[in-house]
């Protein structure tokens, strides 16, 4: 006869406790975080918060009558789910490194300094990211490249680092969320079930005022004189000195132009991004190769071995100059593989919590209820916009951030007589363009790794990130271009009116 201790514990639902209890230590730890360390909270201590929030979410799990070996395999799945994204961070880390020994991203910012106004660089900087993304369909690949150039031309023509930055990301996730080889932007219309042309129009009444609102702002604050003025001088010995340390030629774009070509032809991400950076150090050892021979700094080397050791070393742990220009010292001593494992840790932690959240019942609990008090239109798109923010927060994974919202409202959206296109547009628009605004998101912690910009000193400028969330929560309450089913109840436009349930 088998002992009671054998019988197998019974699964219960979670309560409103169990949901609470993970997203309270989530915003302990990461308040803590911050308070303690500032800044520096994203160079370990966040992380920390992070796995100790996984390991309290799977203790209320268990609770619950799960085992161990279930949030095991929970946590697998979730971090099978960003390995594409951990290849992708380590192969930019590699191509920023050896784009810089190969005189890529120099030449990017020698020809910028020369040809971008600064009073205009904002705008410049949002238009050149939005043409370029809206091209390829990727933010990532916008930012990890042209991105990472443009600010770092910034702080060397008197122009803020951290307003570029966010005028990066307003550009990039212009075609994140609107170009059709975007695969968010085909993952949200798929899993809307609606056409992604259909989707892509759609979005144009929110993506289009979005990027304009940007633009304008952009376009302000470059006019805006104060300590916005180029320092002549500095800038023409930047100048010199890159034109002295590199071999200065359009030459060295080459790379830019095949990862661009790369992207075009729908190249896996990383095997695209890995081959530019190859290709950016083949092309050190053939137009830089005393560039090359001055990093390795070992003359007793012979040149060939050297050569392979640089542009190793640099895909490694970076390229480091030494030229006596503190601005462009920083600019090129940058990338490397290394560079990016504090960022893979970070997205780690945050995806495990979010995976557990979700695959255990613990996120749809706290959403259920605010679902039940969205009686009208307005107040529906306010929630699945809410909410699709709001996972970007607490799961810290833009794809969660997509797909849970899409489950969770979908037959709300039918039953309410509403367009499918209505739902992808809402959850594109708040929660594809918000994951790079939060730090321990992966977008966020993307963008500040490759940017070299504290993902919450550019949030205020990512003016497109902000506005689309805000727009299509309007469109929902005005009813403005509000697409509607043939079949089931004509909800109301207005916020304030209520429907029958």
Not at 139 to 157: E, M, P
Not at 353 to 362: H, Q
Request: glycine content about 10%.
């Amino acid at each position: 006869m088998s002992d009671a201790s054998d019988r197998p514990k019974r699964v219960i639902d979670p309560s409103y406790l169990d949901a609470i209890v993970p997203l309270a230590t989530l915003i302990a730890l990461v308040a803590g975080s911050i308070y303690l360390f500032g800044l520096d909270a994203l160079d370990g201590p966040l992380q920390v918060g992070l796995v100790v929030c996984s390991m309290v979410t799977a203790v209320v799990i268990l609770r619950n009558g799960h085992t161990w070996e279930e949030i095991a395999e929970s946590g697998r799945r979730g971090l099978s789910s960003i390995v594409s994204a951990i290849f992708i961070l380590l192969s930019v880390g590699a191509l920023i490194g050896t784009w810089n020994l190969s005189g890529t991203i120099p030449t990017l910012v020698y020809y910028g300094i020369q040809w971008i106004d600064p009073n205009w660089y904002y705008l410049a900087t949002a238009l050149i990211c939005g043409a370029i993304s809206l091209s390829i369909g990727s933010s990532w690949t916008t930012a990890g490249t042209v991105g990472v150039g443009l600010v770092g031309i910034a702080s060397l023509i008197g122009v803020s680092p951290i307003v570029t930055a966010g005028a990066v990301i307003s550009g990039a996730y212009l075609g994140d969320k609107t170009s059709p080889l975007s695969e968010t932007t085909v993952l949200a219309s798929q899993l809307a079930d609606v056409d992604v042309y259909t989707h892509i129009r759609a979005q144009v009444w929110t993506s289009v005022p979005a990027f304009l609102a940007a633009i304008g702002v952009f376009a302000l604050l470059g006019l805006r004189r104060e300590g916005i003025v180029p320092p002549a001088v500095e800038a023409s010995a930047d100048l010199a000195k890159l034109d002295q340390l590199f071999w200065i030629t359009p030459l060295n774009l080459i790379p830019l132009v095949a990862l661009l070509g790369m992207s075009l032809k729908k190249a896996p991400s990383s095997l695209a991004i890995l081959t530019a950076a190859l290709l950016g150090g083949a092309l050190a050892v053939i137009l830089q190769p005393a560039v090359v021979l001055r990093f390795v700094g070992e003359p007793e080397l012979a040149a060939p071995l050297a050569h392979v050791k640089g542009v190793w070393k640099a895909m490694a742990t970076g390229y480091a100059a030494n030229s006596g220009i503190k601005d462009v010292d920083v600019l090129l001593s940058r990338g490397g593989m290394t560079s990016m494992l504090k960022t893979i840790w970070l997205i780690i932690g945050a995806v495990t919590f979010g995976t557990l959240l979700e695959e255990f019942g613990l996120l749809p609990k706290l959403i259920a209820p605010i679902l039940a008090r969205a009686h009208t239109t307005g107040r529906l798109f306010a929630v699945t916009a809410g909410t699709a923010v709001a996972l970007n927060i607490v799961a810290a994974d833009q794809y969660i951030a997509l797909v849970l919202p899409v489950r969770l409202f979908r037959s709300e959206f039918e039953r309410r007589g509403l367009a499918p296109q209505n739902l992808s547009r809402a959850v594109a628009d708040a929660g594809t363009v918000t994951s790079p605004l939060v730090p321990w998101n992966s977008c966020g912690a993307y963008m500040a790794a490759v940017l070299g910009v504290p993902t919450l000193l550019y949030l205020p400028f990512c003016i497109f990130n902000i506005a689309s969330p805000i727009l299509t929560t309007l469109i929902g309450y005005t009813g403005f271009r509000l697409a509607r089913a043939g079949e089931g109840p004509r909800p109301r436009a207005g916020g304030a009116e209520r429907l029958s349930r």
